[in-house]
């Protein structure tokens, strides 16, 4: 299962066995004015019991700032593999980072989480910036993050 949910990030559809179906899945993350350099941001997904199960993308290119991501980091082992394809660059203090990614469906409403860490450099890091639960509840609804994320948000 860890190797499927890793495949998540693919902006293709997922075409894996036994997956019943993917659909779009816009991820908006906006910035508060922190007063700060560009952000680092993991966003990342852990199963019901709290494994981690994938990467979705990373905001921020260079790799020896990724340690800061310090949850995300430690799940993965800052393995870049699990990020390969997925980078863009880092997200300005009140800006906002809007992806949309092919998520299957299965992930929802089924005890899936999506978490955010976030890194700004000079400033304290925020493991675990946002955790939500992925459910078609929660669609729509945004939440905010405890120190970097004004609000995040995912929609179909």
């Not at 979705?56 to 082992?77: F, I, N, P, Q, V």
Request: no cysteine.
């Amino acid at each position: 299962m860890k190797s499927l949910l890793a495949t998540l990030a693919l902006s293709t559809a997922l075409t894996l066995p036994g997956l019943a179906s993917a659909r779009p899945v816009t991820l908006t993350t906006t910035l508060s004015n922190y007063g700060g350099d560009g952000a680092y941001l993991a966003l990342y997904v852990t199963d019901a019991s709290g494994a981690y199960a994938g990467s979705l993308w990373m905001a921020g290119g260079k790799s020896k700032y990724y340690e800061h991501l310090s949850d995300w980091y430690r799940a993965t082992g800052g393995d870049p593999a699990q990020i390969n394809g997925i980078t863009g660059a880092s997200v300005g203090a009140g800006r906002t980072l809007e992806i949309t990614l092919d998520l299957a469906d299965a992930l929802f409403d089924a005890g899936y989480t999506l978490h955010i860490d976030a890194a700004v450099e000079d400033m304290r890091d925020s493991p675990n910036e946002v955790a939500v639960p992925l459910t078609t509840d929660g669609m729509g609804k945004p939440v905010a993050g405890r120190r970097y994320v004004a609000s995040f948000a995912y929609d179909m």
